[in-house]
């Protein structure tokens, strides 16, 4: 079992809509989360970060944490084709973070 | 722009030779932690310099060895290259504090490919 998994994709939705963005983590005992964006040949920059279980909301972006269930997700309001990127979770072990494999959205037009 | 710089951006090696990575921190920063991530995957931990010291590493052979100076500036050295050490190798640099969570930045990458 990986330890943070996350659908490939790709997540396509229409300009406008709620894009939702799933993970799962199998180390119980972590307390740190973050969402990155990646866009294409870029590096990874950080959108969101999460530690209480329930909703965190920055703009656009809620991140939702559920640490029973061992489930992370992203939601991101009002797409823009500008979202279109790779979204990772990582969870933070130690001495570093432990990405998923990251989730591919397009937004179309 | 997060202010940290890597070199070169891009580089093709043969197999079986060695390359050395270079990442400039953001200033003010003490750790760096370097990260390979592979075409498709996502980013996996190398290891992390902390004042100059290697204070974590992840599932690497020695083979990867690295450098921190005193300015906090560092290197990532892979001897022995192989056709799976093709990757965009990230550099991250942050300022450890204790505190939770120190957000830490990463640098445009430098792109290996091993012929």
């Known amino acids: 079992q990986k330890e943070v998994e996350q659908n490939s994709g790709p997540l396509s939705v229409p300009e406008g809509a709620i894009a939702s963005l799933n993970c799962t983590y199998s180390d119980r005992g972590s307390q740190s989360f973050f969402w990155y964006r990646q866009y294409s040949g870029k590096s990874p920059e950080l959108i969101m970060f999460i530690y209480s279980n329930g909703d965190k909301e920055d703009g656009r972006f809620t991140a939702q944490l559920n640490k029973a269930s061992q489930y992370v997700s992203l939601l991101i309001r009002d797409s823009q084709p500008s979202d279109s990127a790779t979204y990772l979770c990582a969870v933070k072990g130690f001495q570093k973070l432990v990405f998923g494999t990251g989730t591919r959205l397009l937004v179309s037009p | 722009e997060t202010g940290v710089t890597q070199s070169p951006t891009h580089l093709i090696k043969t197999r079986g030779q060695q390359v050395t990575l270079r990442c400039s921190s953001q200033s003010g920063h003490n750790t760096v932690s370097w990260y390979q991530q592979a075409l498709g995957q996502g980013p996996q931990f190398i290891f992390q310099?902390?004042?100059?010291?290697?204070?974590g590493r992840g599932n690497f052979p020695p083979r990867f060895s690295g450098l921190q100076f005193p300015n906090y500036s560092s290197e990532l050295n892979v001897n022995a290259l192989e056709l799976d050490d093709s990757a965009l190798y990230l550099c991250?640099?942050?300022?450890?504090?204790?505190?939770?969570?120190?957000?830490?930045?990463f640098g445009p990458g430098t792109r290996l490919t091993v012929l």
């Open positions: 310099y902390y004042r100059e010291e290697e204070n």
């Open positions: 991250a640099s942050r300022q450890s504090t204790g505190a939770r969570f120190d957000e830490q930045f």
